[in-house]
């Protein structure tokens, strides 16, 4: 008898798990045929993939594989469906189309004709209606003719090569004076927000409360691929309130310096990027309205200190996991200090471009850390590629990671190795941590900057002891260890 209750218990078991497996094996099927139906009968098929579940999507799947080892989400649709370049999915609310080949990234990222920027509607609303990531391609084109020289021009390099330098040092100076070990990206956060606010803000900065900055920035960032949910307690709600209050913030910047100064005279006064952009006009002699200022600040400000803060973070790790490469990355800034004229006081920008080690160790930091793990754009029509159809309307996904960790276009991909930079011809599509085309990060140039100043010193004066060298690693929204890289900054004799 107790057998045989064993024997049912367990058929209906095995048959709960069996319903259980066909209802949820049905609803993906139904939510792939609802979306193939929707783009209808064609001559060309959509890429192979999987849409995952209704509503959700295969959103579930990818936080699971960035828990652990984001690759592998990648991998494992190569391993189902062959290396074709191109996967159809369900991602961030949007039927969507990875394409993570050198080719198919470079033909997406360099055709305006058929793609427009695709980010979630999360971000298209926390970074505004007038930011870089909402607006048209030809606004895009007259907004970067106009702001790109405040940023990236020769000579704006060259005006902010003091400030970055007076900040690392002072950063750390601050690190190497603590007692306790201290977490690491949280104190680079600090030094970004300080050179990117002065940068910015010019004489302003200092009325900048840096921490209510940096607490609203991580709400926001928080916010940004989440689904559009304005409630208490979901991301995007906390997100919003992070956006009014950044808003308010540098329009009363804005409004202040158009108040008559009651200081010494306007030569005392140093000018920052918002001085700048409140006095750029286009062709027609019309300035920036208010609200494109704001938009494109509040972007800058997000990217800045975001993309700065871990690539300072990555570089100093690989540094000090790799001692050859820290040796020869010293040896050369200790050059730099033995060329310059007994007269001079600080780095030059001339310097700075003969460091060509230390720009190897910051480009290969870049493609192994892949901060950024894709880049977001739309079909404006049908698109064919590879055989495949990309319907109109539907997201495409330029997975950079995809690319920086491929073994056929990178050797030992997992391998830390600056020199496979040397004299290396990079091919369109094969080097993608700033985008490619027209949409090419503006600030590209100044994070570059801002962390080769911060490792010159560092690598002259400093070296880094972590607590915890093993400690798991957490890839969202942007790699980083768990622990925030708890260490102790020891300066040297």
Sequence with gaps: ???????????????????????????????????????????????????????????????????????????DLVARYGKTGMYKTHLFGSPSIIVCTPETCRRVFTDDEQFKLGYPESAKILTGRKAFHSISNAEHKRLRKLTTSPIN????????????????????EQLASMKEPVE??????????????????????DAVNLGFLEHCYTDLNQGLKSRVINFPGF??????????????????????????????????????????????????????????????????????????????????????????VFKK????????????????????????????????????????????????????????MNGYKIPKGWKVLIWNRAVHMDPEVYTNPQEFNPSRWENRIVRPGTYLPFGLGSRLCPGSDLAKLETAIFLHHFLLNYRMERINPDCPLKYLPCPHPADNCLARIIKVE
């Design 235 to 324: 991301p995007f709600y906390k997100a919003m309130k992070a956006r009014k209050k950044l808003v308010k913030l540098l329009q009363a910047l804005l409004d202040g310096k158009r108040t008559p100064r009651t200081r010494k005279g306007e030569r005392d006064v140093k000018r920052g990027m918002m001085d700048l952009l409140m006095e750029i006009k286009d062709e027609d002699g019309t300035p920036l309205d208010d609200e494109y200022i704001v938009d494109l600040l509040l972007l800058f400000f997000l990217a800045g200190h975001e993309s700065s803060a871990h690539g300072v973070l990555w570089s100093v790790i690989f540094l000090t996991a790799n001692p050859e």
């Design 329 to 384: 990355a010293k040896e050369e800034q200790e050059e730099v200090i033995k060329r310059r004229p007994s007269t001079q006081k600080g780095l030059t920008l001339s310097e700075i471009r003969q460091m060509h080690y230390l720009s190897m160790v910051i480009d290969e930091m870049l493609r192994r850390t892949s901060i950024s793990f894709s880049n977001f754009r739309e079909a404006k029509m049908d698109v064919i």
């Design 184 to 205: 690491l990206l949280k104190e680079l956060r600090h030094f970004a927000f300080k050179v990117i606010t002065n940068i910015f803000v010019g004489s302003d900065a």
């Design 153 to 172: 021009g020769h000579e704006a390099l060259s005006m902010y090569i003091d400030l970055i330098e007076h900040i690392a040092i002072d950063s750390l």
């Design 1 to 75: 008898m107790e057998l045989e209750l064993k024997s049912i218990c367990f058929l209906l078991a095995a048959a709960l798990l069996g319903g259980y497996a066909f209802v949820f094996g049905l609803l993906k099927k139904l939510h792939e045929w609802y979306h193939v139906a929707k783009v209808g009968m064609t001559k060309y098929p959509l890429p192979p993939g999987d849409m995952g579940w209704p509503v959700l999507g295969n959103i579930p799947t990818f936080i699971r594989k960035f828990k652990s080892d984001p690759d592998s989400f990648i991998f």
